[in-house]
T-cell receptor, first 108, second 115 residues
């Protein structure tokens, strides 16, 4: 595996901001993906980072630091529909490996 | 654009029985993946095909699992005989290629329960 670590659970209030951190092994690294997975459904693509820095896409942003083996997904203006599992996935060569996922619960 | 199709959606079998899952990737996608997702865990890659050739099957339990992708399109994953620990969701995904930034598109998965 690629030792991808992310928190198991996070809870936040509707309208708030949540940051999900992810660390991974840096050897052979060539890309970091974030996927969203609602309960009982397939994962869907959120973002891709390969260079250092912040990628913003609407309410969701993703950050990467290659030297530190670190990424985060930032969810802003949280909505109830954002309650889901968020999967960090690291690409090494041609192979994409997933972390266990962070379950985000949004409360009213 | 049609998505990744998988069948069946659910399957319940007894241990030691055999089972097969089918996947039809997005048209034109050269790379096809089978992942196993156990409840509460992230997806684990079982096998990856590039067209009809195997790129990686290092985590496939080859004594009981087999997969093929004839003609580089549809794929089937088989388990024979099944064990209790095989209970999981089996996700098929496809991408245009193995390229660095190519995102994976997932099917709805097959939920397998082994009793």
């Amino acid at each position: 595996g690629q030792n991808i670590d992310q928190p198991t659970e996070m809870t936040a209030t509707e309208g708030a901001i949540v940051q999900i951190n992810c660390t991974y092994q840096t050897s052979g690294f060539n890309g970091l993906f974030w996927y969203q997975q609602h309960a009982g459904e397939a994962p869907t693509f959120l973002s891709y980072n390969v260079l250092d820095g912040l990628e913003e896409k609407g309410r969701f942003s993703s950050f990467l630091s290659r030297s530190k083996g670190y990424s985060y997904l930032l969810l802003k203006e949280l909505q109830m529909k954002d309650s889901a599992s968020y999967l960090c996935a690291s690409r090494k060569d041609y192979k994409l490996s997933f972390g266990a996922g962070t379950t985000v619960t949004v409360r009213a | 654009e049609a998505g990744v199709a998988q069948s069946p959606r659910y399957k319940i079998i007894e241990k030691r029985q055999s089972v097969a899952f089918w996947c039809n990737p997005i048209s034109g996608h050269a790379t096809l993946y089978w992942y196993q997702q156990i409840l509460g865990q992230g997806p684990k890659l079982l096998i990856q095909f590039q067209n009809n050739g195997v790129v990686d099957d290092s985590q496939l339990p080859k004594d009981r699992f087999s997969a093929e992708r004839l003609k580089g399109v549809d794929s089937t994953l088989k388990i024979q005989p099944a064990k209790l620990e095989d209970s999981a969701v089996y996700l098929c995904a496809s991408s245009r290629s193995e390229g660095m930034g190519e995102k994976l598109f997932f099917g709805s998965g097959t939920q397998l329960s082994v009793l």
